[in-house]
């Protein structure tokens, strides 16, 4: 069980990083590469998987039936899950954006 929970948490954290380092790195690359939106959509792509880790770990805890650990977790989660998706989505509107500027 602590593996899982581990395994849960070393995976959200990566997905939630992968998110951010995929957008910041489409927003340093230069403008010419068709690359560009591929990493946006990889950007959004994982912090899809993270929530989704999120929401399979308090699944969880349901299964085991450990409420006392569902119920302090999840203000946590629902704090760092707003967070996540706050700023992936704010990095990858600064990127549409600075794609849109290309084409036009």
Not at 50 to 57: A, D, G
Request: charged share 15%; glycine share 8%; aromatic share 8%.
């Amino acid at each position: 069980m602590l593996i899982s929970v581990a395994v849960h948490t070393i995976a959200e954290l990566g997905f939630g990083l992968a998110a951010w380092g995929l957008a910041l790195a489409a927003l340093f690359l230069p403008k010419k590469g068709r690359r560009l939106p591929m990493l946006g959509m990889g950007s959004l792509a994982c912090c899809a998987a993270s929530l989704c880790m999120v929401v399979f770990e308090l699944a969880h805890y349901a299964d085991i039936e450990d409420i006392s650990a569902f119920l302090d977790t999840a203000n946590a989660f629902r704090l760092a899950a707003g967070g996540l998706l706050a700023v992936t989505l704010g990095l990858n509107a600064i990127l549409a954006l600075r794609l849109w500027a290309r084409d036009v």
